[in-house]
């Protein structure tokens, strides 16, 4: 399974974006899926998840309420749609593919894809 996110951009604060992960390969529909993000001098953190069906979402405590995360397995893609961003939100984003959802994240990760840059101005 190959990842391959886009979607990123420069925005203002208040803005709105959304991320698209494009998966290439027939198995990625048996994967849950993920997004962390990546900010300058920091570690990567968890930022939302969706189960392999679709049906459970988990999100970080600072983007609840403001993102969120979706599948198509039709498409092979997973998005995630982000309103009200902060400055805060500027980061590297990557998509990523496991095998376990909690409310703490995605585990047992498989697959990276290559990260798209979000820059929140204020």
């Known amino acids: 399974v190959q990842l391959q996110a886009s979607g990123g951009g420069l925005v203002q604060a208040g803005g709105s974006l959304r991320l698209s992960c494009a998966a290439s390969?027939?198995?990625?529909?048996?994967?849950?899926s993920g997004w962390f993000r990546q900010a300058p001098g920091k570690e990567r953190e968890f930022v939302a998840a969706?189960?392999?069906?679709?049906?459970?979402?988990y999100y970080a405590d600072s983007v609840k309420g403001r993102f969120t995360i979706s599948r198509d397995d039709a498409k092979n893609t997973v998005y995630l749609q982000m309103n009200s961003l902060k400055p805060e939100d500027t980061a590297v984003y990557y998509c990523a593919a496991g095998t376990i959802t909690t409310i703490r994240g995605l585990y047992d990760i498989r697959y990276w894809g290559k990260g798209t840059l979000v820059t929140v101005s204020s």
């Open positions: 390969g027939r198995t990625f529909s048996t994967y849950a």
């Open positions: 969706i189960s392999l069906s679709g049906k459970n979402t």
